[in-house]
């Protein structure tokens, strides 16, 4: 690859309770996913971070999630199609009046968190999703899970998608992340991290946690900003990626 787009999960701070640092993770990705309020975020902090990236020419996705601010969007739970529907359209809908406040648009959503990984390969919510962005936008890409059904399925609808990998996640022989509750899920050692994604963007393989080779067709690569050491290994990856000659820059 050419060029390769960096995400972060921004704007997950409310109140008085701060995660990351979403200034300095501006400075280096290409395209942030922001928290719309269900597990992290609040008005003020959204627009802060949203008028922060788009200073910094950076692009504006929609962080949805299951209504889990005490568990932060980690615990699965039971949704109704209607009923995700509509949240995943309210938190779609205040990014996108929050980011037209601050004079640039919501381009993409990502689920976060248990919803993310719940709708990888579950249909019913999976398809929920995907109609929510439909009704509220049909232009918007859909990023998830690289080779999950679940963008499959946003194709067949007729959204575009944006495959990614996770920098600083391990992977499982079967190309899923392996939970966190597991040891060694969460990888920390920004050089090696780096080196893994520049290895992955040069070859398209990237190895799971018994050693499996996994072929993986991605154009995004996420770096969680509530990780310790996110922005050094954000850095790091960037770094490597552009020395290497590789452009870091939006997807979309």
Partial sequence: ????????????????????????????????????????????????????AAACHVAVGAHVSYPDRAGFGRRNMDVASEELIGDVIYQIGALQGIAKAAGTSVRYVKPHGALYNHITHHECQGLAVIKAIKLIDPTLVLMGLAGAPLLDLARAEGLAVMPEIFADRAYTPQGLLVPRREPGAVLHDADHIAQRMLNFVRTGTLAANDGTVLRIAAGSICVHGDSPGAVATAQAIRRLLEAGGIKVKPFV
């Fill in 1 to 52: 690859m050419a060029s390769v787009d960096l995400n972060g999960d921004l704007g997950e701070s409310y109140g008085a309770w701060k995660m990351g640092d979403d200034v300095a993770m501006l400075g280096v990705v290409s395209s942030a996913n922001i928290a719309c309020g269900f597990h992290g975020g609040d008005p003020a902090g959204m627009l802060k971070t949203v008028r922060n």
